[in-house]
């Protein structure tokens, strides 16, 4: 598998790696069965992710986009955090092998469900 | 964790190093002596000599006729071969079209199952493994049919290292008559190859695998046993198989197949030991994780296990940052969408199959090299068990 130094370094030092408690969204993914699955953790703030925190049973593409996507995500809006892709999270690890696109695709998704999770509870809060 | 600049390669099951020696005694066959087999001059007549050795070698080694002995380009070829070269002569001989094979078998054997099914109209049965990936010969004897023209079972799995009981198979083939073929690819070089002991009718091998180079491998043909060449052309091979020989690469075939089984006893014993290190070393230091296939009737040199909550390339990685070389059956490591159908068939669930790892070890580990996977090993598992939503909700 041809993985770039980005997508190695993050799957070495995996950022915002556990869980929060009480945390204000909660998105999950994928299944055991398939071999990949997500949980993303979010703590929001004035509509800002302040805290994001991951967990992953996964591969080492599933694990880098796990922590590239939190990285990118921690203290933006919940709109941009909304808006953000799996092709955003591919570029910024430098690119990922055509086969692993699922992998940040999941990474995108769960985030999408944790912002989703976060807004269905806190229906007055438009971002 | 010490710092390593060696590589540790514990992936003999995927391929091996060529033997110096074995380097060395192909060596003229490229430059030297480059005569074509098939001339009528001394330069040709020089190479045909060594051909013809070289296949008395192999037949010597399983207790064969040389004739028996046809050499092919990889364990492929040959699988693909002992399937297609049996199963249309005895079908348009009018024996019938259904084959019987185990759902374990390389994808040499299954792929080449899959188009005779779908594409040249043979049925196929597959008969069940038990947990430990073992095939019951009983089970073949109850699959037979009257329209069977051929059995294939492998020798001994390439994944988890479980030994099939091929002698009985051959046995119950035997008595109806039925060709018989196994897939020795993982075997060969290690293994007991006489084709009279195991009651074959057929038998593959690769060379890669025993220390030789990649590219050239081995079916035997039993005489008398109905065979169709699938490569056509000149007549090499006694008309079976098509091509001008490979006579460094045969030269190589032979040399490192003679080296293995010159040394098999002691170099099996060594292997397992150090096999049986990592098995019970493994088992005893890390939670949670189970060995694969026959607890004892396994290939010496392989310790394949499964890892509980998680996944098998994130493992291979960790490990490669560190130098070890090893393998896994995940859908991840593999490219497919699912995990090994052989753990599959073995009623390992899917989500413990993606866990899977295996180690092989080959001639140059050593006791230093198990001590270092120890040292590493357990760490990443963890590392990667706290990452593990799976892991939290045990």
Redesign the interface.
Known sequence: MEYSELVIEHFQNPRNVGIIEEADGMGKMGSPVCGDLMEIYIKVDNNHIEDIKFRTFGCGAAIASGSMASEMIKGKSLTEAEALTDEDVASALGGLPEKKMHCSNLAASTLHKAIEDYRNKHDEDKG | MEERTRTIYLDHAATTAVDPRVVEAMLPYFTEHYGNASSIYSLGRETHKAVDEARRTVADILGCKPEEVIFTSCGSESDNLALRGVSLTQREAGKGHHIITSPIEHHAIGHTCEQLEKHFGFEVTYVPVDQHGVVDPDEIGRAIRDDTVLISIMYANNEMGTIEPIAEIGEIAREKGIPFHTDAVQAGGTLDLNVDRLNVDLLSLSAHKFYGPKGVGVLYVRSGTPLLPTQTGGGHERNRRAGTENVPYIVGLATALRLAYDHAESNNQRIAALRDRLIDEITAEIPDVQLTGHPTHRLPNNASFVFK??????ML??LD?VGVCAASG????T?E?E?SFVLTAMNVP??IA?GSLRLTVGRENTDADVDYVMSVLPGIVQKLR?????Y?AR
């Open positions: 909550y998680i996944e098998g390339e994130a990685l960790n940052l995940s859908a991840c490591t490219g969408s995990p899917p989500e993606h706290m990452m593990s939503p799976l939290a």
